[in-house]
């Protein structure tokens, strides 16, 4: 039978996402989940719109809680859009501002939904490839913004966790496009961008910020995030939105994760204990890490092949998340490598017992 998909579905992979295995007993460090459970105000939040109309469709603007997101990010309402999860905000991201034929650019290696993303839409893709100090050539960037129009920008970064400064941001700007700041890791960095960046004159009122529920609020079950963005931006966003594009426990769980920022702050804080913990212990084991400002670290060994080591560990039930770049050797950077989600210290320790047997030659 012909095929029925446009030629673009037919000759897309699709994005594959990270394992998840739906049995218990793993310690599962692929995904970048929190490895601890979110605000006891969420359940509470849960039960409540359980028990309250669910046979009436929910809240199209999510009002309470753009209330409740604006407060913290000091904008108005009108400056924030939420989305089921991230990936959605991207979507309609990817919908908004590019048609088919256009053209889009990330950082490579990143992450690689944006590609994804781009393909189902017909859209063209350019990878600004990063050097082995996982940073761009500012005069490729330079040439590549004249084209684009949407540059996305996981920052910090994955697989590695690097936090890009302003300055080098400012380099991606597409001369007629925005730039999409993905922040799903910023709540683990030192000093990430904030929202006051939006109003910085010499982004031209062309930036857009994405925030994420999955990581630092532990809601990755619950597929919640927000746009951050000048009202013009988010007026003609929420045109291509679906109607109800968040459902009423949806909004209640994070409105009430938000608002608990202690219970948010006291876990990064324990993450970030144990990311130092494990990235002092990986070289022992000689691995090569990167330092990183998220909830994960890359590391590379110069002696066991990675997907060894990789499969190794997953025989004793510890998941990591192998990774490959085809083509970014090419830029100087690593091919593949590990890419290990800091979870409780328990599962860590789980981690350094098997970790040896995993590295022998
Ligand atoms: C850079 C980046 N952006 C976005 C997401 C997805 O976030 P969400 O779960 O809100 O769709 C991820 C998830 O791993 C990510 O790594």
New binding site residues.
């Given amino acids: 039978m012909a095929s029925v998909f446009r030629p673009a579905i037919d000759q897309m992979a699709g994005y594959v996402p990270g394992e998840q295995p739906q049995e218990a007993g793993w310690v599962k460090l692929n995904?970048?989940e929190n490895p601890y459970p979110p605000s006891p105000r969420v359940a509470e939040a849960i039960r409540r719109t359980a028990e309250g109309r669910l046979n009436v469709y929910p809240d199209p603007d999510a009002t309470g809680f753009r209330r409740a997101a604006a407060a913290l990010h000091g904008v108005d309402p009108d400056w924030i859009l939420p989305a089921n999860?991230?990936?959605e905000n991207l979507t309609i991201i990817m919908r908004s501002f590019c048609d088919a034929g256009q053209q889009i650019g990330y950082p490579y290696p990143s992450?690689v939904l944006y590609e994804s993303l781009a393909q189902i839409q017909g859209v063209q893709v350019h990878r600004l490839g990063l050097g082995a100090d996982w940073l761009w050539d500012p005069a490729e960037a330079a040439q590549l913004r004249r084209q684009l129009r949407i540059f996305f920008v996981?920052n910090p970064n994955?697989p590695t966790g690097t936090l890009w400064s302003t300055e080098q941001l400012l380099q991606l700007l597409p001369d007629q496009g925005v730039l999409v700041l993905?922040q799903?890791y910023a709540d683990f960095a030192e000093s990430p961008q904030t929202a006051a960046l939006l109003q910085d004159s010499r982004f031209d009122g062309r930036l857009v910020m994405t925030r994420?529920f999955?990581k630092s609020y532990s809601l990755?079950g619950i597929r919640f995030?927000y746009c951050i963005a000048q009202p013009a931006l988010i007026h003609g966003m929420r045109k291509v939105k679906d109607s109800y594009n968040c459902d009423a426990v949806a909004i209640a769980a994070a409105t009430a994760a938000l608002q608990d920022q202690q219970w948010m702050l006291d876990n990064r804080n324990r993450i970030l204990q144990t990311r130092a913990r494990l990235a002092a212990a990986l070289p022992q084991l000689g691995f090569h890490v990167h330092r990183s400002e998220a909830n994960f670290l890359w590391t590379t060994h110069s002696g066991v092949s990675h997907r060894t080591i990789y499969e190794r560990l997953k025989q004793q039930r510890v998941l990591v998340r192998y990774m490959r770049f085809p083509g970014a050797a090419e830029a100087g950077t690593e091919l593949d490598g590990l890419r290990i989600t800091i979870g409780t210290d328990s599962e860590i320790d789980r981690l350094l017992q098997v970790l040896p047997q995993s590295v022998r030659p």
């Fill in positions: 995904t970048n999860g991230s990936d992450y996981p994955s993905d799903a994420t999955s990755a995030g």
